[in-house]
T-cell receptor, first 118, second 110 residues
Framework: GAVVSQHPSWVICKSGTSVKIECRSLDFQATTMFWYRQFPKQSLMLMATSNEGSKATYEQGVEKDKFLINHASLTLSTLTVTSAHPEDSSFYIC??????????????FGSGTRLTVV | SQQGEEDPQALSIQEGENATMNCSYKTSINNLQWYRQNSGRGLVHLILIRSNEREKHSGRLRVTLDTSKKSSSLLITASRAADTASYFCATDQGAQKLVFGQGTRLTINP
């Protein structure tokens, strides 16, 4: 149980275009989802907290207009990287927690999206 | 930065040996969690220890937590080649927000 599906697994796009990444909770409802960014051989940095039916909460230093988050349903959050540039190339990962399960289950992560902007 | 520190950054051991990774953090926490990440993949939750717990076991994993020192350790006993991965500690600081450590890259040599 508590499966999170993330698509696409990888994407290559041209500079200036936008890319949408989807994160779905398959067998539970997630009122809150989290988006992380990870550079090679580095840790995960929380970018924003996605809230179903309301605006996302962005971490300090993360551009809201660059990274658009939409959480329109209890099972889907999307991250859109707008006007992508090579410096946006990174590994993006989403996560969520099934609140009906106890803390011991921790958070469930998607398999990540490797974005390369050329 | 709120991120914690992990050491060592990289660890290479022989199969069958034990592997110990350490994590330090900076603020008060609700719990501390350990995750594994295989190269280029998402994270898998391994174990959670609450702030009022000192030690916890799960299979070949043993986690300790010292809140006075703001540190935790993860011990993997009888390591296997399949344990090769990066290991991250993450602190739950409230509001469902996880703050990750820098990670330890573990390599198990056959």
């Amino acid at each position: 149980g508590a499966v999170v599906s993330q698509h696409p697994s990888w994407v290559i796009c041209k500079s200036g275009t936008s890319v949408k990444i989807e994160c779905r909770s398959l067998d539970f409802q997630a009122t809150t989802m989290f988006w992380y960014r990870q550079f090679p051989k580095q840790s995960l940095m929380l970018m924003a907290t996605s809230n179903e039916g309301s605006k996302a909460t962005y971490e300090q230093g993360v551009e809201k207009d660059k990274f658009l988050i939409n959480h329109a349903s209890l099972t889907l959050s999307t991250l859109t990287v707008t006007s992508a540039h090579p410096e946006d190339s990174s590994f993006y990962i989403c996560s969520a927690r099934d609140l009906l399960k106890g803390d011991d289950y921790g958070y469930t992560f998607g398999s990540g999206t490797r974005l390369t902007v050329v | 930065s709120q991120q914690g520190e992990e050491d060592p950054q990289a660890l290479s051991i022989q199969e069958g040996e034990n592997a110990t990774m350490n994590c330090s953090y900076k603020t008060s926490i609700n719990n501390l969690q350990w995750y594994r990440q295989n190269s280029g993949r998402g994270l898998v939750h391994l174990i959670l220890i609450r702030s009022n717990e000192r030690e916890k076991h799960s299979g070949r994993l043993r986690v300790t937590l010292d809140t006075s020192k703001k540190s935790s350790s993860l011990l993997i006993t009888a390591s296997r080649a399949a344990d090769t991965a990066s290991y991250f500690c993450a602190t739950d600081q409230g509001a469902q927000k996880l703050v990750f450590g820098q990670g330890t890259r573990l390599t198990i040599n056959p």
